[in-house]
């Protein structure tokens, strides 16, 4: 596996082991080819972690070994990166680590991390998001061009509530845009309003976009993973690495590229050059903080006018107030 090496990560060493093992054997990349990239694109997914509660999502042995989430913070971890004390809705709870500098990345990436998972929230007030995550997730029989189709008109109907979403490539075949909030409302207000931009694309794009939660009913459209603003649901950060054969990543967009550019054209070895070109393209995001309460007095619209509450919560969250049956319809109709 080669001596261990140590590297240089704005002003800290990190020493990395086993630089030699291969984590993507088709492309050959190899452990130290991946912290290399992590050092490449520092700055940008530092702006993305940066005092967010993360989970590591490991490869020890690389994308065709085994893998694991890592909630709680490593007992090794070097005493200069924070945690924050995060609650899960089962009430358990657990500290997890809080990027605070490039070479917290780097480090990680020295036990097998490609994928950061940060939650939309930070450390110093876990309870109040401060990003609304949208999550545009191509169905059987649709695919990017039709996830960037639905991207353009999310990104009206943001405009039209006077907010502004930055979008990425999920590193497979979906979109994520990403509208930074102020911090003053709850996780499940944040999905209230992710339900009602859902239900909004859903009307303005009936054939085309979906909210309905079970599989069986989404048909060929893109679905809103409303469910991915719920507590503890986390998307990849933007410039992860995603566990796939060529090692693409989740690459940030400008909006004139979506639908230009794809995901393919974004991987391990291309997004430093990317990034040293033109820098971080969502660098702004963190300079913007918008008021969710458009989007709520959407939601109370439809409540009010259309007598449309609240959608099923993933299988392991506790029920909820106010949260219908968590019956898919076709076994309902067999129960009747």
Same mark, same amino acid.
């Not at 990345?105 to 930070?122: I, S």
């Not at 820098?279 to 449309?308: I, K, T």
């Given at each position: 596996m080669g001596d261990a090496v140590e590297l240089e990560v704005a002003g800290r060493t990190v020493r990395l082991s086993s630089p030699d093992k291969v984590f993507f054997p088709e492309r050959g990349f190899t452990k130290l080819d991946l912290a290399r990239y992590y050092q490449a694109v520092g700055p940008g997914i530092l702006r993305a972690l940066r005092d967010r509660p993360t989970t590591l999502e490991r490869y020890p042995d690389g994308v065709t070994g085994e893998s694991f989430?890592?909630?709680?913070?490593?007992?090794?971890?070097?005493?200069?990166?924070?945690?924050?004390?995060?609650?899960?809705?089962?009430?358990?709870?657990?500290?997890?680590?809080?990027?605070?500098?490039?070479?917290?990345?780097?480090?990680?990436?020295?036990?097998?991390? +490609?994928?950061?998972? !940060?939650?939309?929230?930070?450390? %110093?007030?876990?309870?109040?998001?401060? @990003? $609304? =995550?949208?999550? +545009?997730?191509?169905? !059987?029989?649709?695919?990017?061009? %039709?996830?960037?189709?639905?991207?353009? @008109? $999310? =990104?009206?109907? +943001?405009?039209?509530?006077?907010?502004?979403?930055?979008?990425?490539?999920?590193?497979?075949?979906?979109?994520?845009?990403?509208?930074?909030?102020?911090?003053?409302?709850t996780f499940t207000q944040v999905r209230r309003a992710a339900i009602a931009v859902g239900r909004e694309m859903e009307r303005r794009m009936p054939d085309r976009v979906t909210i309905k939660w079970w599989k069986e009913e989404r048909g060929e459209r893109i679905f809103i993973d409303y469910n991915q603003t719920a507590r503890d649901r986390t998307i990849a950060s933007a410039y992860s690495v995603r566990p796939r054969p060529n090692a693409p990543v989740s690459a940030p967009l400008r909006w004139e590229e979506v639908g230009v550019a794809h995901p393919g054209d974004f991987d391990l070895?291309?997004?430093?050059?990317?990034?040293?070109?033109?820098?971080?393209?969502?660098?702004?995001?963190?300079?913007?903080?918008?008021?969710?309460?458009?989007?709520?007095?959407?939601?109370?619209?439809?409540?009010?006018?259309?007598?449309?509450?609240?959608?099923?919560y993933p299988p392991e969250y506790p029920k909820m107030p106010g949260e219908p049956k968590r019956v898919q319809p076709s076994r309902a109709k067999k129960q009747t």
């Open positions: 989430f890592q909630k709680r913070a490593p007992k090794n971890m070097p005493d200069w990166i924070p945690t924050a004390h995060i609650t899960f809705p089962s009430g358990r709870s657990a500290d997890e680590m809080c990027p605070t500098e490039e070479a917290a990345v780097v480090w990680a990436a020295q036990y097998g991390t +490609l994928v950061f998972h !940060p939650w939309p929230v930070r450390r %110093d007030d876990v309870d109040h998001p401060d @990003e $609304l =995550r949208i999550d +545009l997730d191509p169905q !059987p029989g649709t695919d990017y061009d %039709d996830a960037a189709r639905a991207a353009h @008109e $999310l =990104r009206d109907l +943001l405009e039209s509530y006077g907010m502004r979403g930055w979008p990425k490539t999920s590193g497979g075949r979906g979109i994520h845009v990403f509208v930074p909030i102020e911090p003053r409302w070895a291309t997004m430093p050059a990317r990034f040293a070109e033109l820098g971080d393209v969502h660098a702004d995001m963190d300079d913007h903080a918008f008021s969710l309460e458009p989007l709520l007095e959407l939601a109370r619209r439809d409540e009010h006018d259309h007598g449309l509450g609240d959608l099923p």
